[in-house]
């Protein structure tokens, strides 16, 4: 049954051959017995998941029918969940019960789906490899040796490792695409407004953004279709209609004009990859479609302006952790700064505190125009240079990561090497475009994954070729042995 994708479980649902129920109940019973290999999961809702497996159950019962209607996922957590902690990874929030669901969460729950859990993450989102968590590190279940991927490594993990078909994410500078490409998944960051940021804890909110993460295109398009959607109560939210993303999965890639950014093959990319990457291209010509070099001259500025914007938006966002209002209090505060200096102290991890001093630095007085106003500067040459080449091309097509998934603790002591992990990804966030991550192979044993990028509201497209690669391909299929 832990096999089954959430296109096969919507079908089994509708013959009658299990119930949700059932289902749910197995999937328990597999993460209580293969998560503590990996670690994917900060809390688990057993209670919450039987009744809601149950309700659906019942709906279906009574004539109703949806694609998650009875379906098993769990959420990041970073989205809130009404009465059950919502960590963000961090000690600061272990004891934080949000009062209220996010809007992806209540949209999700409305439609059926069942939450096994809250899935691990970096703290706060920070990292690419998940060892930031105060939760311990998650293991990448390709090589229990290596990460995952972050900072949805729990997310993905858990996936990839067959204890659910597919789970929610966010994306800041990379965050779905990169752990969907250590760990075998396809992984879709969507358009910055399209899926609402409420109640999601924000890291830096003009990049963050929630997405599925699954193992098939097919899978990610009936995920996305239950979290997308204007929200009034996000202002950054879009008011544009939501297509059916399923349906659009037929289309032909005749013609398609796939932009390869020369940038993308420099030095410093794994040649094992780039060969990679060369034959799912050549896959995709065979689809019809036709190939051109572009050119992205701006990327190589990319992470130096997102490493200054980014933790200048989490500087802002992470001053509301005082130790006053929610969260870690220090014990015993002599006066109040005291209060504010050990909450903050004693509750952040080492890697959120450093973002939180760089932001700071950044946005003071005398280095704002040097730093932060030069990365946005910098942020709007990376989005034009996106426009210009989609007055050219469909989609771009690159890898998603220079390396392979790296060995637990090879970057820990060096953060800026972490850093540069996330080339290829982060130019989606500064734009704001959506991205998806997709299997391309293997090296050393490890999942590759192959990167698409649209321009805005283009999810459809990018999940149409994805869907059409994956029926000529069989690399998303792969499962790590042992799960
Ligand atoms: N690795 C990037 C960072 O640490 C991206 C993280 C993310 O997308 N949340 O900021």
């Known amino acids: 049954m832990h096999h089954m994708t959430l296109a096969e479980i919507a079908r089994g649902l509708a013959d009658k051959k299990f119930s949700s129920v059932e289902l749910t109940q197995t999937l328990l019973a597999r993460i209580a017995q293969l998560d503590p290999q990996i670690n994917s999961f900060i809390s688990l809702t057993q209670d919450l998941a039987l009744s809601q497996a149950k309700a659906a159950d019942e709906r279906r019962a009574n004539g109703e029918s949806g694609a998650l209607l009875g379906a098993p996922i769990a959420h990041k957590d970073l989205f809130c969940t009404q009465g059950i902690r919502t960590s963000c990874g961090s000690k600061m929030l272990d004891n934080f019960k949000a009062p209220y669901d996010a809007t992806v969460v209540a949209k999700l729950a409305a439609a059926g789906a069942v939450t096994l859990g809250k899935t ?262 990376v989005k034009n240079d996106f426009m210009t080449a989609f007055n050219e091309v469909d989609i771009i097509l690159g890898p998603t990561t220079p390396n392979p998934a790296w060995k637990l603790g090879a970057k820990s002591s060096d953060p800026v090497a972490a850093y540069l992990e996330d080339v290829y990804t982060i130019t989606a966030n500064l734009a704001g475009l959506p991205g998806l991550s997709m299997p391309a192979g293997f090296v050393d044993g490890l999942p590759v994954g192959v990167q698409l990028l649209a321009p805005y509201f283009q999810e459809g497209r990018l999940l149409n070729v994805a869907h059409q690669y994956q029926l000529n391909t069989d690399w998303h299929t792969r499962t790590p042995t042992g799960f």
């Open 120 to 381: 691990n993450m970096d703290e706060f989102a920070m990292g690419s490899a998940n060892e930031s968590s105060w939760y311990g590190a998650v293991k990448n279940p390709w090589n229990l040796e290596h990460v995952p991927g972050g900072s949805s490594g729990g997310s993905a993990a858990a996936v990839a490792a067959r204890l659910l078909p597919a789970a929610t994410a966010t994306d800041t500078g990379g965050s779905i695409r990169q752990p969907a490409a250590f760990t075998n998944l396809t992984g879709l960051k969507p358009t910055y407004g399209r899926v609402s940021r409420w109640g999601m804890i924000a890291y830096a909110s003009s990049l963050d953004q929630g997405g599925p993460l699954a193992r098939t295109a097919e899978d990610c398009a009936i995920l996305l279709q239950g979290m997308a959607g204007f929200d009034p109560n996000d202002s950054t939210s879009i008011d544009e209609p939501v297509p059916d993303y399923s349906a659009g999965l037929n289309g032909s890639l005749q013609g398609l004009r796939i932009g390869v950014p020369k940038e993308y093959f420099s030095a410093g990319l794994d040649p094992r990859i780039a060969e990679l990457i060369h034959n799912s291209i050549k896959e995709l010509e065979k689809l019809g479609a036709v190939i051109k070099e572009i050119s992205l001259p701006n990327m190589q500025h990319a992470i130096p302006a997102y490493y200054v914007i980014a933790p200048a938006e989490a500087s802002s966002n992470l001053s509301r952790f005082d130790g006053v209002r929610f969260g870690y209090r220090c014990e015993n505060p002599e006066n109040l700064e005291d209060l504010y200096k050990r909450s903050r102290g004693e509750g952040f991890g080492s890697e959120v505190q450093r973002r939180i001093m760089v932001g700071a630095y950044a946005l003071s007085a005398g280095y704002y125009d040097a730093y932060y106003l030069k990365a946005q500067k910098i942020r709007r040459l």
